[in-house]
Structures are given as C-alpha cells and as structure tokens.
C-alpha cells in the first residue's frame, strides 16, 4: 500500500485557517486520496477525497500538488469543533482489493481560543 | 436516515469467552469493513467484504471471525484465540469503488476483564 506522511500534531487558533499537509511521494497515478477526521470516541468521518484537482466541500478543501506527491487539507476557519485527529489516506481507483483504507496515527489538531 | 449502526457501545466479558459485535448499515453499500484501534494509535483492519458470503482477512484477522449472510450485516466474533482483546472496534461500509468514502460506525469499546 501506498504510504504518507502527516505530522503528529499541530495547533490553530479558533477562526483562523489550518493547512494540514500530507505527503505521499510514492503515490500512483491510479490512486485517490482521502481524508477522515475522528472525534474522541467516535469513528472516523470522511472529510473529502480527490484525484488530481483540487476540490471543494462543506467541510474543508484539499489542494493537491502538481506532482501529486502531496497534498494539503484546509479547513478555513477552524473552530472548537474542528479539533480531531486528521487522516490523509490514499485509495486505488480500481477498487477490489485493493479499495480498502489503510490508516497511519494521522495528525492531531489543537484548537485553542 | 441512512447509517451504519454499531452495538454494543460498551462491552464487558469475562477473558475466554467468546463475544459478538453487531454492525448493521442501511446504506445499500457493497462493502463492509472491521477495523481495530487501541490507545493513540491508528486504525488497524481486521477482516473486510465486498459481496455477501464472502470476506477476507485484514492485517490482523488472528483471533477474530466474521460472517457476511446478508448484505446488510458484518457482524464480529472475538474468540478466545484473540490474545489481548480490549479495544476499540470500528465498523465501515462503502460503495466497492475508490471514488466514494466510507461510513463509519460509532464503534464498540470491549474491555475484557
């Protein structure tokens, strides 16, 4: 499976933006990126996914670099809400077998006043 | 609404015996996973299904059985064989394609004592 890196940590004050990045230099072409978010106790929530361009949601952005070798989740204004772990997972386009996620330890996001 | 249901949300068994845990989705999803995650770390991938009366081993099946009789249920038996049982234990579904994201249950926390 693909891997990526994703810091351990990072801090954001409430309403401001928070770039999470991502790196995953050994992506394939046929690969899509995702990424979940999981509150204490809860599961994982998906935030957003994509291939090449870059994408929009409710929730968040995702800026995917040219090279596709990294990527980078924004959320716009954070808020109390927002502090969760991050996932940045990839997932084959072909699906199958090879379709299923696999997770690393993902970034924690501290949001403070 | 549609969703993907997990219970027990708590669980306590006696160590040897064997215990079941219910995820039940009504999402008409193909594929329906088993994930495993223990303090601070990642989530860890069990046994997954893609079509009914079929299912595969995940990254640390050993221990664990499953079954896949309808399209609707995945439920999870922890047998005696599963070494250090207590944990939290995550049920998913998705389309069988990468282009969509998985749901999420909200889990069961089975202490084994």
């Known amino acids: 499976d693909a891997k990526t890196t994703q810091p351990n940590s990072m801090e954001s004050n409430e309403e401001e933006p928070v770039h999470l990045p991502c790196n995953h230099s050994t992506i394939s072409g046929t690969d899509y990126i995702h990424w979940y978010r999981q509150l204490p106790s809860q599961g994982p929530e998906y935030v957003i ?22 990527s980078t989740l924004i959320l716009h204004r954070a808020t109390l809400r927002d502090a969760a772990v991050y996932y940045c997972i990839l997932r084959d386009v072909w699906g199958g077998t090879a379709s299923k996620l696999t997770f690393g330890t993902g970034t924690r996001l501290q949001v403070t006043l | 609404d549609g969703g993907i249901t997990q219970s027990p949300k708590y669980l306590f068994r006696k160590e040897g015996q064997n215990v079941t845990l219910s995820c039940e989705q009504n999402l008409n999803h193909d594929a329906m996973y088993w994930y495993r995650q223990d303090p601070g770390q990642g989530l860890r991938l069990i046994y997954y299904s893609q079509i009914v009366n079929d299912f595969q081993k995940g990254d640390i099946a050993e221990g664990y059985s499953v079954s896949r009789e309808k399209k609707e ?39 084994v004592v």
Do not use: W
């Open chain 1, 49 to 70: 996914h994509g291939l090449t361009s870059n994408v929009n949601n409710r929730m968040a952005s995702l800026a995917i670099a040219e090279d596709r070798k990294s």
């Open chain 2, 73 to 111: 249920s995945f439920p999870l038996t922890v047998t005696s064989a599963q070494k250090n049982p207590t944990a939290f234990y995550l049920c998913a579904s998705s389309m069988d394609r990468s282009s969509y994201g998985y749901t999420f249950g909200s889990g069961t926390r089975l202490t």
